[in-house]
């Protein structure tokens, strides 16, 4: 069974625990109130704080959280799979901004672009078929449903977008992580432009493209990172959809290439198995080498190949994406976690 159906079988197999423990009081901090200091290597070492996040959940319920993405005016927004609040908007010391739902129960992916000075965010949701573009207000632009010009797709409950990216043009890249495996290209509109990608094992096909992101490291040409989760790799692509190279992360399942500065950042969801909830962050350098593991083994390289890393089994449960702001304090929003509140990392 490959580990994105061992995934969907587990939230199945979990429901019931997670609604037992729902009826448990959780507004309670005393065993959230623990900051364990220096995980992570060299000088991206971390002090991880449980409690930055959190709220009653009385007024600010979450079941999965999934992305977080920093604005122009440094709030930071986090997916949720509530119904109450598709989005929660933080501020940097932790508290709640504003709230709100699309009625996108299964929230996934975010990406935030500035357009003519105004942002935006795009979220995708794999439950419902659809990716939207919204103020950040919660006010829908539009909405992209299934690509009925791709023969493959023959009905909407195929599509399931995981993640978007969206070019210095504003062409839109959307990925169908949980579907088809196609990366879709769309103008600034929502206007179908091309398709690549798909599911197996070649050099431009993909098992679970579950994140896709710009990477904009080299400004005159600009690429595509995307992963190939269950192969536990990340690929470059050209704009117009050309595979360039693969890059193999053994033993991590990435769920998005988050890039900062001259820095490669992801979220391994899991290592191993999603019921033992381990999972990590990587930090890589320019040369895609990992330099860091906050909340697993030190980086560890055998004949130019990475070594699978080791979880510590205590700082994450099955994080879901990193989100890096001006002073590289990291944020972390964790997927099947018991309604876990995002993490905060302090950079030592």
């Known amino acids: 069974m490959s580990i994105k159906n061992s995934r969907r079988s587990f939230i199945k197999n979990t429901s019931l625990g997670v609604a037992l423990s729902a009826l448990q009081p959780s507004f309670g901090f005393n065993s959230l109130r623990t900051k364990e200091n220096k995980i992570g290597h060299g000088d991206f070492q971390f002090s991880l704080d449980k409690v930055w996040g959190v709220q009653n959940p009385n007024n600010y319920p979450v079941d999965h959280c999934h992305e977080m993405v920093i604005d122009s005016k440094n709030r930071i927004i986090l997916t949720t799979t509530h119904p109450k609040n598709n989005i929660l908007i933080y501020d940097r010391s932790g508290n709640i901004l504003d709230y709100w739902g699309i009625n996108y129960n299964g929230a996934h992916g975010l990406t935030l672009v500035n357009q003519g000075g105004e942002d935006f965010l795009f979220i995708t949701d794999p439950d419902s078929n659809r990716v939207c573009k919204t103020t950040l207000n919660g006010r829908k ?16 409950v195929q599509f399931k977008p995981t993640e978007t990216a969206v070019a210095p043009n504003g062409d839109i890249y959307v990925a169908d992580g949980y579907g088809l495996d196609f990366i879709i290209q769309y103008d600034y509109k929502g206007n179908y432009i091309r398709h690549f990608g798909g599911h197996g094992n070649g050099n431009e096909l993909f098992d679970c493209c579950h994140g896709i992101t710009l990477d904009n490291r080299e400004k005159a040409n600009p690429t595509l990172l995307i992963t190939s989760r269950n ?101 972390v929003p964790q997927w099947n976690s018991g309604k876990t509140y995002p993490n905060k990392l302090t950079r030592l």
């Open 141 to 156: 632009i539009f909405e992209l449903n299934f690509p009925k010009e791709i023969p493959d797709y023959t009905n909407a």
């Open 231 to 331: 192969k536990n790799e990340f690929k470059r692509f050209s704009l117009d959809g050309k595979w360039i190279e693969t890059i193999s992360m053994p033993g991590c399942y990435i769920c998005r290439p988050v890039v900062k500065d001259d820095y490669l950042l992801f979220a391994v969801i899991v290592t191993k198995s999603w019921g033992e909830h381990d999972g990590m962050l990587a930090v890589l350098d320019k040369d895609n080498k990992v330099i860091s593991f906050p909340g697993g083994s030190k980086p560890s390289y055998v004949n130019n190949e990475l070594a699978k890393p080791q979880y510590d089994q205590k700082s994450f449960k099955n994080p879901h994406d990193v989100c890096v702001d001006s002073d590289w304090n990291l944020y």
